[in-house]
């Protein structure tokens, strides 16, 4: 009976073996399944990406084949008509080749040079489509910057067909292998498919400045700030009296410089930076620039956490003392226009009224506490960059023939005198339309020289904000 019992206990143990081995391989089995599938998955996007690559790369030679041929037809144009279709389609081309040369997975600076030229082209185009549809013809100085577009485009497309000829030689592009290796690439001399596309860089390094009106000028990134130019250098003393006063003397314990910014850095608004302790806190608190050139505060916020109260200031209370903090702070006739509530603050947008004019480039932002009325932040970056004394043109268009122009079926509900910056941040002088088209509200801007529709904006409004787009 014992032997009997032995081998059954045999039986099952060897019984037990083969079915912890069978479990053993039907793991393995299926792990290995799903590394083959997993392989096989990575394979197939890999040859997605391939493949996406190749056809962004090709249709990128189609679009600047096509853009350098529109350039060559523009010179055959003999009237505004003429030139506003030719110049919308360089604008579509151009920015369909830039989209499709922006998904090439390239790094180095041939390609940057490359999107940047077809910014420009787009948008250069875009800007005398505009100016031919208001009916005027190009002139000497338009005709020349064609030109120029047409001999660099024409210079990207050789390079890109010369690259489309060495795959064509049997040069195959593994876009993975650029992808991973990026600039460092380019010095690899067998590799000719990337030294191609560099000599780009070459081509493009002596590109003339193109100043036009449009948001990829040139001119835009190299604007001087209007309030600071020509104006004294301030020392960081006098910078932290100017602290004092726009915080209040009576209110700060100690006042720290934390850093300040290079006068000789382009394009950057030389500041000195604060940080103030104010009398009832430990720590700092509040951080504030003040412009090196003229002594300007730049921008200030109060980052104290605040308890939260049960009484809430009404947005037209905020509103008045935001006022009276910019008539204090020596920004007097501050027209509020639009407002942003976050929490217990509410940040509102003012630009200076002059003769019954409001100036929109000069924009400065408070914000303010809603449980308490204080001003904690305030920005006024727009106000340094533009304002300035303007010389308005002549209103050359009456209010009447203004509102013409506008369809009839908005309802007009209040008229301004304003100046409206444009994306190039060329100002233009308009009647500022206020209204409602199907029960929404709406601003039309109409140009007082010439009549033309210069910008039409939703007003989008909420429980917590009123803002445009």
């Not at 053993?24 to 399944?33: D, N």
């Not at 083959?36 to 996406?52: E, S």
């Not at 037209?316 to 006739?333: D, G, I, T, V």
């Amino acid at each position: 009976m014992k032997e009997k019992n032995n081998k059954l206990y045999e039986w099952k143990k060897r019984l037990s073996s083969v079915h912890m081995y069978s479990i053993i391989i039907i793991i393995f089995a299926l792990t290995l399944g799903f590394g083959i599938y997993q392989y096989k998955q990575k394979l197939n996007y890999r040859q997605y990406l391939q493949n996406r690559f190749q056809q962004a790369f090709y249709e990128t030679i189609a679009y600047v084949d096509n853009v350098d041929k529109l350039l060559a037809k523009t010179k055959l144009t003999n009237s505004p008509e003429q030139s506003a279709s030719i110049f919308a389609q360089i604008w579509k081309e151009a920015s369909s080749a830039q989209e499709n040369l922006g998904e090439l997975p390239y790094h180095h600076s041939s390609v940057s040079s490359a999107l940047k030229f077809l910014s420009q082209l787009s948008d250069f185009s875009f800007s005398m489509t505009n100016k031919a549809i208001d009916g005027f013809k190009l002139d000497e100085e338009d005709w020349e910057k064609v030109s120029r577009l047409q001999m660099y485009a024409q210079t990207l497309s050789n390079e890109l067909n010369n690259i489309s000829s060495e795959i064509n030689d049997g040069n195959r592009i593994d876009w993975e292998e650029i992808e991973k290796a990026g600039e460092k690439l380019a010095m690899d001399d067998s590799t000719k498919i990337i030294g191609s596309i560099s000599e780009v860089s070459k081509q493009f390094q002596d590109m003339p400045t193109l100043i036009y009106d449009g948001p990829f000028s040139d001119h835009i990134e190299r604007m001087e700030p209007r309030m600071t130019r020509d104006k004294e250098t301030i020392t960081k003393e006098e910078g932290e009296k100017i602290v004092e006063n726009f915080i209040g003397k009576d209110k700060i314990s100690s006042i720290k410089q934390t850093g300040e910014t290079d006068t000789k850095a382009e394009y950057v608004i030389p500041v000195y930076s604060y940080e103030v302790t104010l009398k009832d806190q430990e720590d700092p608190t509040i951080a504030i620039d003040v412009t090196k050139q003229g002594g300007y505060v730049l921008w200030m916020l109060n980052y104290t956490e605040k308890e939260s109260s049960d009484k809430k200031l009404s947005l037209e209370e905020a509103r008045k003392k935001a006022e009276e903090f910019l008539e204090e702070k020596e920004y007097p006739n501050m027209q509020p226009s639009y407002y942003e509530k976050v929490d217990n603050t509410v940040v509102i947008n003012f630009a200076p009224k002059e003769n019954n004019v409001i100036m929109y480039p000069d924009l400065i932002k408070v914000k303010v506490s809603m449980d308490d009325g204080e001003i904690i932040g305030f920005e006024s970056l727009g106000y340094i960059m533009m304002h300035h004394d303007r010389d308005l043109p002549e209103i050359k268009i009456s209010e009447e023939e203004a509102r013409s122009k506008i369809t009839t079926d908005f309802e007009i509900k209040k008229v301004n005198m304003a100046v409206i910056p444009l994306e190039s941040k060329r100002e233009v002088f308009c009647y500022e339309f206020k209204g409602e088209y199907e029960n929404n509200p709406f601003i039309v801007y109409i140009n007082v020289e010439s009549g033309k529709e210069e910008k039409i904006l939703q007003v989008i409004q909420n429980e917590n904000s009123v803002l445009t787009q």
